[in-house]
């Protein structure tokens, strides 16, 4: 039988966003499950859930004070236990976000750590003497703003952040850091959960020799960041020591998974790095997509295949949008257009390898428009208005247009409701045969009962300007899968297709070889 994640279509909550059970504003674990019939009902093999556990929320859970614990705006350790049961009831799998690179400024570990050079865990993180002017040990950038180096004056010497001042960078090389991550993995593992999305893998590790990084070749760099390239903070080879621990790990438990996030500019080589071996992890999936601000056709099979010559069989995992990212009917064109949402989402669940899926995406949602007031990423308030910040893309979910806040909450939420959401709220969708919430259904499940759309190989026939076209097999079944990208009809001349049953269609009939605009065209080849 094959493993549960092989093909899977993952939905990822970010709880702060999907529903508040309690009246304060923020979502919560209860809200996640007072929606399970929801998600359910889309037929998603699992729910990836973003971080809860214990937070100062410098970072909105990213920075972790506690690895075991649930920040009680978020609920209880029963409120979890229960979210768990509630799931497996009806047959959604759990995967939690595991944060190890780094850990909050508040955590006790490094509160201990910043006293002095000689304490249990001076060595836990990552301390460095300055410059003789009094200068960072080297030129390594912060991935939001400025230097990744931060002076603390009890220890007298900078500590390593790669992200936030108060997102201090664990020393992994320790071998008693590790050993108290792997327990913190344990610990859910023990509670029943089936999985992990890894975030920020490849910066478990640094050079310890603290060389400089060379410049980057970016055109027109917006961000510190950006001037770099990031040889010497990210992805180096002890990395993978650390990796297969974390496997051997899991495969003391039955059926469970692990995929790493490879962001930040990398390379599909270092992608398939993490999962390349038996021994290391399940799948890892990439921003080739989210860091990419064209879906041409051309760049879509280059994707692909660029993973299947490099991978050597290693499982891929794709995504569109995330918590970090512009929405992607936003991030691709200029002007919304709701038949582009559907298209993407008929692409991104007819790929193969396993697929992850953002909320709000089932519904089409574009990028939310905020005002400077309202933003509360640190990152985008760094550096406004160059770059618009990931608060537009985790604004709350609309469950219904008419009620308070989308539904989401009676109290004003942590992030404003776009009043241009309100039209795509799940009441609004839910009846409608066409709407971009039934169709991503009903690709979901036909995903789910195709073993060919689920399981099987990927290959290219078609390609232009416009469009795009490939045959999903396995043994004997082929489907064949077109789509349109553009806002004009494609001609496409495809003899499979004259053979062809439709499973399913997007746009309106078009004569002859033509797909219409935005259209998309999924069938059984006979």
Known sequence: MAEWWKGAVIYQIYPRSFQDSNQDGIGDLPGI????????DLGVDAIWISPFFKSPMHDF???VADFCSVDPIFGTMHDFDALIKAAHQKGIKVILDQVYSHCSIEHAWFQESRQSRD?????????????PDGSPP????????????????RRGQYYLHNFLEQQPDLNIHNTEVQNALLGAAR?????????????AANFYMHDQQLRDNPPSDIPAPKRTYEFQSHIHNRSQPENMVFIEKIRALLDQYEDRCAIAEIGDRHSIDEVVSYCE???????AYSFVFIENHDLSPSFVESAIEDWREKAAGAWPAWTFSNHDSVRAPSRWRDDYDIRFAKVLNALLLSLNGSVFLYQGEELGLPQADLAFEDLRDPEAIANWPETLGRDGG??????????RHGGFSEEHPWLPVDHKHLALAVDQQKDDAHSVLNLTKALIHLRQENEALRMGELNFIHRDEQSIGFIRQIDEERILCLFNLSDKPAPIA????????PYFTIGEHAPGDMLPAFGAFIGKIN
């Open 494 to 501: 495809i003899k499979e297709r004259d053979d062809a049953t």
């Open 187 to 199: 610990f859910w593992l023990d509670k029943g959960v089936d999985g992990f999305r890894l975030d």
């Open 394 to 403: 985790r604004t709350p979910i609309p469950w219904s247009k008419d009620e």
């Open 277 to 283: 071996n038996d021994n290391r992890l399940h799948s």
């Open 138 to 153: 080297n030129n390594w950038q912060s991935l939001f703003a400025g230097p990744a180096w931060t002076w603390d004056a």
């Open 61 to 63: 859970g990213y920075d």
């Open 33 to 40: 499950i007072s929606q399970l019939d929801y998600v359910a």
């Open 119 to 131: 304490n249990d865990k001076a060595d836990w993180f990552v301390w460095a003497d300055p410059k």
